[in-house]
Nanobody, 115 residues
Framework: QVQLVESGGGLVQAGGSLRLSCAASGITRSINFMGWYRQAPGKQRELVAG???????NYVDSVKGRFTISRDNTKSTVYLQMNSLNAEDTAVYYCNVRSGFWTYWGQGTQVTVSS
């Protein structure tokens, strides 16, 4: 049974930092892609950052220079270091893992930035 366990969300003041973690278990095939999406109220879910198995990263323009994604392949874990947070970063953040033809989602973790 595949599980994605997220942690690290919470309430932070503008300018602060948070680190999200997502540990995947039960995936027997190679993990091609790990990433973080977010969805704010009334908005579509968007890809915030992603990292491939070779370490190639991509970011949405609004977080470039502030967020850093990384992964530990030995632990099947992906991290999102979020710095200089602002109110526009408030959303539910979802871990996303792709392995072959399968896509898995975490349950979501709330990030709230107070101004």
């Amino acid at each position: 049974q595949v599980q994605l366990v997220e942690s690290g969300g919470g309430l932070v003041q503008a300018g602060g930092s948070l680190r999200l973690s997502c540990a995947a278990s039960g995936i027997t095939r190679s993990i091609n892609f790990m990433g973080w999406y977010r969805q704010a109220p009334g908005k579509q879910r968007e890809l915030v950052a992603g990292i491939t198995s070779s370490g190639t990263t991509n970011y949405v323009d609004s977080v470039k220079g502030r967020f850093t994604i990384s992964r530990d392949n030995t632990k099947s874990t992906v991290y999102l270091q979020m710095n200089s947070l602002n109110a526009e970063d408030t959303a539910v953040y979802y871990c996303n893992v792709r392995s072959g033809f399968w896509t898995y989602w975490g349950q979501g973790t709330q990030v709230t930035v107070s101004s």
